[in-house]
C-alpha cells in the first residue's frame, strides 16, 4: 500500500486543528478538576463493565461442566455470580450517569463563559472592527460557534476518555484470557481502524467550511432581513434569492461532506464489528474442537468483547469527528476574542466635572485608512453654549468629525481639547458621558417607553420622564397608547419615524448630558415632523455646546457657528447671515436646496 500524501492544505488544516484544541483547552482549564473527576467515574465504570464478561466466562463454564459430565447443576454459585454482576452492571449504569451529569455541567459552563466572555470583548473592541466585519458573522460567533463547542464538548470529552480507558481494558483482559482470540479479534478491527485514521486526516477542512459557509448565510439573512423594504422596491427578489442559493449551496456541500464522514463511521466500526464476531465463532470452535467443551465458556466470553473493543473504537472516531467540529467553531470564536482591543486606560484616573463645553480642534489629521487621509489639519475653537453646525457634501468628514469628537476612532495627529483637557487624558466613558447624542437612524429596543427613556439611567424618576416628554411635545401621544408609558415598543406597536425620533431626543434630554450631537436627526422625516423635531432640539439643546450635522440647511439657519467642510478641510466658518452674503461654497449649498 503506497504511504498516503499529505498537501500543504491538509497539513495547515492539521495545525489549525491542533492550535485551536490547544487555546479551547487552556480556556478550560479552570474546570479539570472536575474534567478529572468525570474521567475517575468513567474510569471506574469501565471497571465494572471489562468484569462482566470474566464473570459470564465462568458461569458458562460452570453449566458446561455440569451439561458435559452429568453433573448436578450448581445453582447457588451460578446465582451469586448473577448477582455480582446485577450489581456492578448497576454500579456502571449510575456511575457512567454522575459522568454524563458532570460533563454536561461543565461544558454547559464553559458555553456561558465564552458568551460572557464574547459579550466583555465586544465592548472592548474598536468600532472599526465592526465596520469592517459583517454583523451576522459576527453574530455567528456569539450563537452558532458557541453551541457547537458546548455541543461537541458534551458528546466527546467524558465519552473519549471512558472509549479509551475501555478500548486498553478491554485489550489487557482478552489477553488475559486467551491470547490467541485476541490477535484475532485485534487483527479483525486494525483495518476499520485505518480507514477511520484516514477519514479524519482529509475531513478537516470541511468542518471548516462548515462554519464559515453557516456564518454567510447569517450575515446574508440578517442584511437582506433589515432591508428587507428595499429589496422589494428594488424587485431584487429573484437576485437575493440566487444570492442566498449560492452561499446556502456551499453550506449544504461542507456540511453534507463534514456529516457524511461523521455518519460513516459507526456502520464502518459496526461492520469491523460483526466482522470480529464471525471470526472469533471460527477461531473460537477449532480451539474449542481441541480443548473440549469447556472452551466454550472463553467463546461466550470473547463474544461480549468484541462488543466492547469495536464500541469504543467506533465511539472514538464520533468523539474525533465532533471535536473537528469544535476545533472549526473554536477558530472563530478566539479570533475573536483575540482581536485587537481598545488601549487600556486604566492609569488614566482624570474625570472632567462641572464642564463648561468648550471644545478646541487642534490641527487634527485622520484617516480611517493610514495611506487615505480624510481631515486635513482641521482646527476650530467652539465656545461653551455655542450652537456649531457641521455641513457640507458627502464625504466632506462631517461624521468623521463627530467620532473623533467622541473618540470612537484616535486621531493620526493633532489634539481635541474639552475643557482645555485633551481627550487623549479621559477615559472613553468619560468622553462619552459629556455627549448626548441624536443619530438619524433611531435606536429603541424592544421594552416598554418608560425603560427605553430611562436607559442606562436607574435614578431617573418617573416625573422626570414625564416632564422630560412633555418639553419635547410628545407625552400626549404616549397618554393615547393602550398602555402609556408602559406600553411595550415591539413589532406590534406601530411608531412612525417622527414618533421614534422625539421618543431619541426625550431620552437625550433625561440624560442630561452637558454637551450635545445631533448627526442628521430630522432626514428621516417629513417638512411637518421635522418641524416638531426642530422644536424639541432646541429644547434639548439650551445652554449645552452643540454639534449639529445636517444636509436640510434651513434647518441649521439659527446656528450661532457654521463649519463648512470640503475634503476634510474647512473652508468657510461664519453664521448663516455672513455665509450668505460671502456668496461662496455655503451660499451655493443653500442656494442649491431652494432653486425653482
Given at each position: ?28 482549564k ?94 472592548r ?138 455518519g ?51 465511539q ?51 484617516g ?38 467622541m ?74 397608547l ?14 412612525s ?8 431626543i ?16 430630522t ?20 445652554g ?15 446656528a ?37
Amino acid at each position: 500500500m503506497p504511504p498516503i500524501k499529505i498537501s500543504a492544505t491538509e497539513k495547515t488544516e492539521k495545525g489549525t486543528f491542533k492550535k485551536s484544541m490547544a487555546k479551547l483547552i487552556r480556556y478550560c482549564k479552570h474546570e479539570w478538576l472536575w474534567f478529572a473527576l468525570s474521567i475517575l467515574l468513567g474510569a471506574v465504570a469501565v471497571v465494572f463493565q471489562i468484569i462482566g464478561p470474566n464473570k459470564i466466562q465462568d458461569i458458562t463454564t460452570k453449566i458446561s461442566v455440569a451439561i458435559k459430565f452429568g453433573l448436578p447443576m450448581d445453582i447457588d454459585g451460578i446465582t451469586q455470580i448473577a448477582l455480582f454482576l446485577v450489581g456492578i452492571y448497576a454500579a456502571s449504569v449510575l456511575l457512567s450517569y454522575m459522568q454524563n451529569f458532570i460533563t454536561a455541567t461543565v461544558t454547559q459552563r464553559v458555553s456561558k463563559n465564552l458568551r460572557l466572555d464574547i459579550s466583555k470583548k465586544t465592548n472592548r473592541l474598536p468600532l472599526n472592527y465592526f465596520d469592517t466585519h459583517l454583523h451576522g458573522d459576527v453574530l455567528s460567533r456569539v450563537t452558532n460557534d458557541v453551541d457547537t463547542i458546548g455541543q461537541s464538548l458534551n458528546e466527546s470529552v467524558g465519552t473519549l476518555f471512558s472509549s479509551i480507558l475501555l478500548f486498553v481494558g478491554v485489550l489487557i483482559m482478552m489477553f488475559v484470557t486467551e491470547w490467541i482470540m485476541a490477535l484475532t479479534v485485534i487483527a479483525t478491527t486494525i483495518l476499520g481502524f485505518g480507514f477511520s485514521v484516514v477519514f479524519m486526516a482529509k475531513s478537516q477542512k470541511y468542518f471548516n467550511q462548515n462554519q464559515k459557509h453557516l456564518a454567510e448565510v447569517n450575515a446574508h439573512i440578517e442584511e437582506t432581513y433589515s432591508g428587507h423594504n428595499v429589496v422589494q422596491l428594488f424587485n431584487a427578489k429573484q437576485q437575493t434569492g440566487k444570492e442566498f442559493d449560492s452561499i446556502n449551496k456551499k453550506l449544504f456541500n461542507s456540511g453534507w461532506k463534514s456529516q457524511f464522514i461523521s455518519g460513516v463511521m459507526q456502520p464502518l466500526m459496526g461492520f469491523v464489528g460483526n466482522f470480529g464476531y464471525v471470526a472469533v465463532c471460527i477461531v473460537g470452535a477449532v480451539l474449542a474442537s481441541k480443548r473440549g467443551i469447556e472452551y466454550i465458556g472463553v467463546i461466550s466470553a470473547f463474544m461480549i468483547y468484541v462488543r466492547l473493543f469495536s464500541n469504543p473504537l467506533a465511539q472514538i472516531a464520533q468523539c474525533l469527528t465532533r471535536l473537528q467540529s469544535a476545533s472549526a467553531a473554536s477558530k472563530r470564536v478566539f479570533e475573536y476574542l483575540e482581536a485587537e482591543e481598545l488601549p487600556d486606560e486604566s492609569d488614566k484616573t482624570l474625570v472632567l466635572g462641572n464642564v463648561k463645553g468648550d471644545v478646541d480642534f487642534q490641527n487634527v489629521v485622520f484617516g480611517y485608512n493610514p495611506n487615505k487621509i480624510i481631515i486635513k489639519d482641521f482646527s476650530a475653537s467652539i465656545k461653551a453654549g455655542q450652537k456649531v453646525a457641521i455641513v457640507g457634501p458627502t464625504g466632506a468628514g462631517k461624521t468623521t468629525l463627530v467620532n473623533l469628537l467622541m473618540r470612537f476612532y484616535e486621531v493620526n495627529s493633532g489634539d481635541i481639547k474639552i475643557d482645555g483637557v485633551s481627550v487623549k487624558d479621559i477615559k472613553r466613558e468619560n468622553v462619552h458621558a459629556l455627549f448626548g447624542m441624536v443619530l438619524q437612524d433611531t435606536w429603541l429596543f424592544e421594552g416598554t417607553i418608560k425603560e427605553n427613556l430611562k436607559y442606562n439611567n436607574p435614578a431617573v424618576t418617573d416625573q422626570q420622564v414625564v416632564d422630560a416628554c412633555k418639553k419635547v411635545g410628545i407625552d400626549h401621544f404616549i397618554q393615547t397608547l393602550s398602555h402609556g408609558y408602559d406600553t411595550v415598543i415591539d413589532d406590534a406597536c406601530n411608531l412612525s419615524a417622527g414618533q421614534k425620533q422625539l421618543l431619541t431626543i426625550a431620552r437625550t434630554m433625561i440624560a442630561d448630558n452637558p454637551m450635545m450631537i445631533l448627526d442628521e436627526a430630522t432626514s428621516s422625516v417629513d417638512t411637518r415632523t421635522e418641524v416638531l423635531l426642530q422644536q424639541a432640539m432646541d429644547k434639548v439643546m439650551e445652554g449645552r455646546t452643540s454639534f449639529i450635522i445636517a444636509h436640510r440647511l434651513s434647518t441649521i439657519k439659527n446656528a450661532d457657528l457654521i463649519l463648512v467642510l470640503k475634503d476634510g478641510d474647512i473652508v468657510e466658518k461664519g453664521n448663516h447671515q455672513e455665509l450668505l452674503e460671502k456668496g461662496g461654497f455655503y451660499a451655493d449649498l443653500y442656494n442649491s436646496q431652494f432653486e425653482e
